[in-house]
T-cell receptor, first 114, second 112 residues
């Protein structure tokens, strides 16, 4: 039974560049959420997608965008990278049936911006 | 505003003792409260959760209690073991949205 997968595992970029992170949810799950976790802090919500539609957005600038594909996988895009974007980016998968759905996290992508 | 406070930030206990981590949430309409364990360099793993229609839930050595009136919930780990050492995060669902608000984490160290 495959869990949530994310790629790449690690990524190093320079300021101003663009990055795309990928996530595949648990089979049968239709919702994907993205979180940013800065070292020493709890995850901060960025987006949630369900059935290819954005269903929620956190307090992040427009440089952050995402989409969900027909197979329910998802991409998170970040433009014009800043040093402060360095973090662990977590994807969480859920059935998408309600606000009390349990979310299961992937291993994350560690992004370093130099 | 939306907020979850978590205490303590660090906790050291002797192996075999109990550990308690407390969280307070701000929105009284929050109705789902998961707890995650995150080992160094690994993904957050769900260890237990509770919904607002229940006051307590247990799973072997782990229990969670919820006090809706006071808007706080707690994680209790009994008979701690070295492998319980990790960072623990509480979270609360935000009503009207599909997101969780996470606490700032508690680093638990179980001393052998």
């Amino acid at each position: 039974d495959a869990g949530v997968t994310q790629s790449p595992t690690h990524l190093i970029k320079t300021r101003g560049q663009h990055v795309t992170l990928r996530c595949s949810p648990i089979s049968g799950h239709k919702s994907v959420s993205w979180y940013q976790q800065v070292l020493g802090q709890g995850p901060q919500f960025i987006f949630q997608y369900y059935e290819k539609e954005e269903r929620g957005r956190g307090n992040f600038p427009d440089r952050f965008s995402a989409r969900q594909f027909p197979n329910y996988s998802s991409e998170l895009n970040v433009n014009a990278l800043l040093l402060g974007d360095s973090a662990l980016y977590l994807c969480a998968s859920s059935r998408g049936q309600g606000v009390t759905d349990t979310q299961y996290f992937g291993p994350g992508t560690r992004l370093t911006v130099l | 505003g939306e907020n979850v406070e978590q205490h303590p930030s660090t906790l050291s206990v002797q192996e075999g003792d109990s550990a308690v981590i407390k969280c307070t949430y701000s929105d009284s309409a929050s109705n789902y409260f998961p707890w995650y364990k995150q080992e160094l360099g690994k993904r957050p793993q769900l260890i237990i959760d509770i919904r607002s229609n229940v006051g307590e839930k247990k799973d072997q050595r782990i229990a969670v209690t919820l006090n809706k009136t006071a808007k706080h919930f707690s994680l209790h780990i009994t008979e701690t073991q070295p492998e319980d050492s990790a960072v623990y995060f509480c979270a609360a669902s935000l009503p009207g949205t599909y997101k969780y608000i996470f606490g700032t984490g508690t680093r638990l160290k179980v001393l052998a």
